[in-house]
């Protein structure tokens, strides 16, 4: 049950002290440490729940963080601060949120130190520890917590007996890895499942990384932390199956409002559900939260300013998924093939992840980067298809794709219909290409609209627009400007299915619309136009209808 340790090389150039491109290098190593072990994190993933996603989220939010680093300029402490920043607006999951309070410590480095010393780098690790404690409502050892306590101690005793400060890194690395051994011995599910704890392998993992950073050595592979007895993941499995309408929902999310106070939205999010950590200040609070009424929560979000970055997993999907029981909503790092799409609307996404795509938030108007699509097609380990679902982010995710050692290709899906009608066509069974060329073939068999407001008073190819006018769009181009959303969505049917027969149209209707709305222009395109319709709630902002015929 003890974790392997990376061989330690030593190094012929100590770093006395750490300066901020050292640092910048750590964070960037420590990144790279976990994306290289994220599969064999998420494989002992069984606390508190067996969702097989640490390795992951931790990945992901060490990415973010190191990321920011790499953009700062100036002393150790605005690389630190970045990097903080960036892990808190990215945290992933309750691992990583976790993390990101451990990084948050390094943000209390003193502005005007040129370098970092053995005794300063303690001081990082306990700040870290502190905050870590402080956002869980219940600490459990045998946790990352335990492991950040042990790091944080040796680090501060090295530092007393006057070690350098990668030497001091290297102890707290070493002594989170020991932490990592013993949660067996703390923690009964751990002992019972025959593993480690993924949160506290992980952190090791990360300073392992952050030391070779530091001395500019290459990061070095571990076999592994072993597996999960099959008896135990038997067990959890049948558990789960037998209770998975009370499994609940993974909750994420940011808050932005005025005077918001922690301690109060920990609270109530404790009394929504359990595993509750709520991390910020007074103007920015990030939310995690295991809950049966997802929906509650993020409606009390709302009630405290604005909501961003909301994510809603179904957890006795992760958890069938992460035991063998059966399809995830959502492909798992490891998984034979995974396609990625980029949608947002909580209609939309929970459609591409129910026909079994990761999802990246994104469309018009909210391009996401080319890194956060690199995250996650390099969080899926195996092959990838990329679905951009937007004529604006196909270059993006090509961007996204390249120089990568993974086999991955981007269909180049320009609109949400496209995007749904290639996830179809894909058959899990078949090999690589043959998916790949079956889901290019269904993109080209669907013709695509978007009705819209304009932004701006217009005219274009002698189509006069007024501003705030409801506009149709179909393939990307401006093809009507009418008296109401209902009627410029008619119209674009109409033109689209002239001439055709046994068409089917697909109406994703968003935000400000209704599902009798939608219903009612369905009745209406079947009644007139003698076309199959179907309605879907898609939920996506800024375009009260999508349009798919096929």
Not at 423 to 432: I, K, S
Request: aromatic share 4%; glycine share 12%.
């Amino acid at each position: 049950m003890t974790p392997p340790r990376a061989s330690r090389r030593s190094s012929s150039s100590r770093a006395t002290t750490i300066d901020a491109a050292a640092l910048v290098r750590a964070f960037a190593a420590g990144a790279e440490a976990l994306r290289a072990q994220a599969d064999a994190l998420n494989a002992i993933n069984v606390f508190p729940v067996p969702d097989g996603d640490t390795g992951t989220n931790m990945s992901l939010t060490m990415r973010a963080a190191a990321e920011a680093a790499s953009e700062a300029s100036g002393a150790p402490a605005d690389v630190a601060k970045a990097a903080a920043q960036g892990a808190f607006m990215g945290a992933k999951g309750n691992s990583g949120v976790i993390l990101s309070q451990v990084l948050a410590g390094f943000a209390g480095l003193d502005s005007a130190a040129a370098e970092v010393d053995a005794a300063m780098l303690a001081e990082c690790l306990e700040r870290g520890r502190v905050a870590a404690y402080a956002v869980i409502s219940e600490p459990r050892e045998g946790t990352i917590l335990t492991a950040i306590t042990s790091a944080a101690e040796a680090s501060r005793r090295a530092a007393g007996k006057g070690a350098t400060a990668d030497f001091a890194l290297e102890a707290a690395a070493t002594a989170a890895n020991d932490a990592a051994a013993r949660t067996p011995e703390l923690l009964p599910v751990l002992r019972e499942a025959g593993v480690v704890d993924a949160g506290a392998q992980g952190l090791a993992v990360l300073l392992d990384g952050m030391v070779r950073g530091v001395r500019g050595e290459s990061i070095e592979a571990v076999e592994g932390f072993g597996a999960v007895d099959p008896a135990w993941l038997a067990a959890t499995r049948r558990t789960h199956e037998r209770d998975r309408e009370h499994a609940g929902s993974c909750t994420e999310f940011v808050v932005r409002g005025e005077h918001l106070d922690v301690g109060v939205v920990r609270r109530r999010m404790n009394e929504m559900g359990d595993s509750a950590v709520v991390v910020g200040g007074e103007g920015l609070l990030r939310v995690h939260l295991h809950t049966a009424e997802p929906k509650v929560a993020l409606a009390f979000g709302r009630t405290l300013g604005t909501v961003s970055g909301e994510k809603v997993d179904d957890m006795a999907a992760q958890i069938a998924a992460f035991a063998g029981g059966g399809d995830a909503a959502g492909a798992t790092a490891g998984s034979a093939m995974a396609i990625i799409a980029v949608v947002t609307g909580e209609g939309l996404e929970r459609l591409f992840r129910s026909l079994g795509a990761v999802v990246v938030r994104g469309g018009q108007t909210m391009n996401p980067s080319a890194g956060a699509i690199r995250a996650a097609i390099e969080a899926a380990g195996g092959p990838v298809v990329v679905l951009p679902n937007n004529a604006n982010v196909v270059l993006t995710a090509e961007q996204a794709a390249r120089g990568l050692k993974q086999r991955v290709r981007v269909a180049p899906s320009r609109s949400v219909p496209q995007g749904v009608a290639a996830l179809v066509a894909m058959n899990p069974d078949a090999p690589f290409d043959d998916n790949v060329a079956a889901m290019l073939a269904a993109i080209a068999g669907v013709r695509s609209a978007e009705v819209t407001l304009a932004a701006r008073s217009t005219r274009v190819r002698g189509l006069k627009v007024r501003e705030g006018q409801p506009i149709g769009l179909i393939d990307g181009d401006l093809c009507f400007a009418q008296g109401t959303v209902a009627a410029a969505a008619r119209a674009c049917v109409e033109r689209m299915v002239a001439g055709q027969e046994g068409v089917l149209v697909t109406l994703y209707y968003g935000q400000g619309e209704t599902r009798g709305g939608a219903e009612a222009l369905a009745v209406e395109l079947r009644r007139d136009l003698g076309v199959e319709v179907e309605v879907v709630e898609g939920g996506q902002p800024h375009y009260p209808y999508l349009i798919g015929v096929e």
